[in-house]
């Protein structure tokens, strides 16, 4: 049966009055918990990032970008580094949002995040646009911010966006679901060798290294993060075996070449922020052939080098995460089985 409000298939049936919440979503990992939870129903707006699952295409979009890698014009990574500084400076936002379009659609709820400017529309911006709506219309809808620095709060996100939407028993099958792919990787991992030293550079231009969930799953997969390390949580003890969410990382970090260098990384990601597989890739090429420290790396030289799509796996706080850990578990143990079939990456020889 299908409800004759809102067009739902699920959850209306025999009701009277429709409590379907009508969600937006400025925030790609969001857009991506929700549908693994079973809400693409509750969709009516979307931001210009929100691509996957892949058909959202008619869901309407409310954001824009100010600033676009576009290698081919000459706008590398390095110029995005500063086009990004520089629109930050002057707009104080890297987006644009259309407040008008956003009243129209009606929202109950207003999924965004307040973790990091570069990668969604600033928080003054949706307030603003919120007050707006409630001068409309007389009700302003409910503003949710997620903002996870680990991969268990990426976890609690999942639930926080199920009892916004109403799917409280979705989202906790989801978890579970989620929380079992990691454990089960996890178990491949040997906890009483010293693994390899991972470089994992989030942008290339200039060089940042991994912070938060990412450094958090280098470690949980074997490796050494030295730049950038985990440490234990106040009263956490060793923070090892089931305790091991209780070892957090700080935020993504700019490192000079020079120190990069001096840890002599065995094993290295290539995983630029908001980039492709392609683009990761032209920028891999860019570094090989810029870098005059490039060849002098453990890893270039025993080919242990690795170009990832970090706008898909790692970038995004949301369920493909457990991909990610799969296949970061698999590539740096030898287990090739871990590795999912469709995941995006290519070795750099």
Same mark, same amino acid.
């Given at each position: #049966?299908?409800? $004759?409000?809102?067009?739902?298939?699920?959850?209306?049936?025999?009701?009277?009055?429709?409590? #379907?919440?009508?969600?937006?979503?400025?925030?790609?990992?969001?857009?991506?918990?929700?549908?693994?939870?079973?809400?693409?129903?509750?969709?009516?707006?979307?931001?210009?990032?929100?691509?996957?699952?892949?058909?959202?295409?008619?869901?309407?979009?409310?954001?824009?970008?100010?600033?676009?890698?576009?290698?081919?014009?000459?706008? +590398?990574?390095?110029?995005?580094?500063?086009?990004?500084?520089?629109?930050?400076?002057?707009?104080?936002?890297?987006?644009?949002?259309?407040?008008?379009?956003?009243? +129209?659609?009606?929202?109950?709820?207003?999924?965004?995040?307040?973790?990091?400017?570069?990668?969604?529309?600033?928080?003054?911006?949706?307030?603003?646009?919120?007050?707006?709506?409630?001068?409309?219309?007389?009700?302003?809808?409910?503003?949710?911010?997620?903002?996870?620095?680990?991969?268990?709060?990426?976890?609690?996100?999942?639930?926080?966006?199920?009892?916004?939407?109403?799917?409280?028993?979705?989202?906790?099958?989801?978890?579970?679901?989620?929380?079992?792919?990691?454990?089960?990787?996890?178990?491949?991992?040997?906890?009483?060798?010293?693994?390899?030293?991972?470089?994992?550079?989030?942008?290339?231009?200039?060089?940042?290294?991994?912070?938060?969930?990412?450094?958090?799953?280098?470690?949980?997969?074997?490796?050494?993060?030295?730049?950038?390390?985990?440490?234990?949580?106040?009263?956490? $003890?060793?923070?090892?075996? #089931?305790?091991?969410?209780?070892?957090?990382?700080?935020?993504?970090?700019?490192?000079?070449?020079?120190?990069?260098?001096?840890?002599?990384?065995?094993?290295?990601?290539?995983?630029?922020?908001?980039?492709?597989?392609?683009?990761?890739?032209?920028?891999?090429?860019?570094?090989? +052939?810029?870098?005059?420290?490039?060849?002098?790396?453990?890893?270039?030289?025993?080919?242990?080098?690795?170009?990832?799509?970090?706008?898909? #796996?790692?970038?995004?706080? $949301?369920?493909?995460?457990?991909?990610?850990?799969?296949?970061?578990?698999?590539?740096?143990?030898?287990?090739?089985?871990?590795?999912?079939?469709?995941?995006?990456?290519?070795?750099?020889?």
């Amino acid at each position: #049966m299908v409800c $004759g409000l809102c067009g739902a298939k699920r959850r209306c049936e025999g009701r009277i009055v429709c409590d #379907m919440k009508r969600v937006v979503s400025l925030l790609p990992s969001a857009t991506e918990i929700l549908c693994r939870i079973g809400g693409k129903e509750n969709f009516v707006g979307r931001s210009h990032e929100c691509d996957w699952p892949t058909d959202l295409s008619a869901i309407p979009v409310l954001t824009g970008q100010r600033t676009v890698y576009n290698p081919a014009g000459g706008i +590398d990574s390095a110029a995005v580094d500063a086009r990004v500084r520089a629109s930050l400076d002057e707009a104080g936002s890297l987006y644009t949002l259309d407040a008008d379009l956003l009243a +129209d659609l009606a929202p109950d709820v207003i999924l965004t995040q307040d973790l990091c400017d570069v990668c969604c529309i600033d928080m003054s911006s949706v307030r603003d646009a919120i007050a707006k709506i409630g001068k409309k219309t007389g009700h302003e809808p409910r503003l949710i911010a997620l903002s996870p620095e680990t991969f268990e709060g990426v976890l609690d996100d999942h639930l926080t966006v199920g009892t916004a939407a109403g799917l409280e028993a979705e989202a906790a099958q989801a978890v579970f679901d989620l929380r079992s792919r990691w454990i089960s990787a996890e178990s491949y991992v040997n906890p009483y060798t010293e693994g390899p030293v991972v470089g994992f550079l989030e942008w290339t231009d200039p060089l940042y290294v991994a912070g938060h969930w990412s450094a958090q799953m280098i470690e949980r997969a074997g490796g050494r993060h030295p730049l950038n390390e985990c440490v234990p949580l106040p009263n956490s $003890g060793a923070a090892a075996g #089931m305790q091991a969410g209780q070892r957090v990382a700080g935020k993504s970090i700019r490192v000079p070449a020079e120190a990069f260098v001096a840890t002599r990384p065995e094993a290295l990601v290539i995983c630029p922020c908001g980039l492709s597989l392609e683009q990761a890739w032209d920028e891999t090429e860019r570094l090989r +052939d810029t870098a005059e420290w490039w060849g002098g790396l453990p890893a270039v030289r025993t080919g242990r080098v690795a170009v990832v799509d970090g706008s898909a #796996m790692f970038n995004r706080p $949301g369920p493909r995460l457990a991909d990610a850990f799969e296949w970061l578990v698999g590539w740096l143990n030898g287990r090739d089985s871990l590795i999912p079939d469709d995941f995006p990456w290519r070795e750099f020889k």
